[in-house]
C-alpha cells in the first residue's frame, strides 16, 4: 500500500495489473469545489481517501480493469432550517469498471450495475474523489435539532410598518350611514 501526499494521476491499466492500493490523507483546503461549496469553511478538515485498482473476471471470462474508492470527511455546510453551520459526514463507496472508449461505455451504462468510467493513461483520481464527494452531498443539509430556533419570521424587529390604508369604500359607506340618519 502506497501512501500519497496529493492522488495521483493513474495509469489504470498498470494499476490494475499490478493491484496497486492507494491511500492518503488531505486537508479539505486541497480540493477548489469542495472548498467553494463550504464558503470557504473547514479548509483544515481531513479528507482521507484509499483506492484499490485490480482486474477481475467478467461472466465471459475476460479480465476488466476495476477501480475500489473509499473516501470520507466532514463538511462544514448552511443548515437549510436555521441557516447555521452544520457538519455532515461524507463518505462514498464505490466501484468503478473501466472501458476502452466513451462509446463503449455509452452503449454498457444502461445494463451495467456498476459505474462506468474511460481507460486512461493519465487518470485524474483527485479529480474522481472530489466528483464523488460533491454526488455524495444531501440535497438539502440540516440539523436533526437546530441549536438556534430558526427565525420564523420575515420582517426585522427594526422594521417600519407600512402605515395601514383605509379602504376608500369604508370612508364611502361611513357618509351614507351619516347621511341616512
Not at 459526514?89 to 451504462?109: G, K, L, P, Y
Request: proline share 6%; aromatic share 4%; net charge negative.
Amino acid at each position: 500500500m502506497v501512501e500519497h501526499k496529493h492522488p495521483p494521476k493513474l495509469d489504470i491499466r498498470q494499476a490494475a495489473d499490478s493491484s496497486r492500493q492507494l491511500t492518503g490523507q488531505h486537508v479539505l483546503s486541497d480540493f477548489e469545489r469542495l472548498m467553494t461549496e463550504t464558503r470557504g469553511l473547514g479548509g483544515d478538515n481531513p479528507l482521507t481517501w484509499a483506492a484499490q485498482a485490480e482486474r477481475r473476471v467478467d461472466e465471459a471470462g475476460q479480465p476488466q480493469c476495476w477501480l475500489q474508492l473509499t473516501v470520507a470527511v466532514d463538511l462544514p455546510l448552511s443548515c437549510q432550517r436555521c441557516l447555521g453551520i452544520v457538519d455532515v459526514e461524507v463518505r462514498v463507496d464505490r466501484a468503478f469498471r473501466f472501458v476502452a472508449s466513451e462509446a463503449e461505455a455509452e452503449q454498457q451504462d444502461d445494463g451495467a450495475d456498476e459505474d462506468l468510467l474511460v481507460m486512461s493513461r493519465e487518470f485524474d483520481l483527485a479529480g474522481l474523489i472530489e466528483d464523488e464527494v460533491l454526488l455524495a452531498l444531501p440535497l438539502v443539509p440540516r440539523h436533526e435539532v437546530c441549536p438556534v430556533a430558526p427565525a420564523l419570521t420575515a420582517v426585522d424587529a427594526d422594521f417600519e410598518a407600512t402605515p395601514v390604508k383605509l379602504n376608500p369604500f369604508a370612508a364611502l359607506a361611513g357618509l351614507k350611514d351619516k347621511n341616512q340618519a
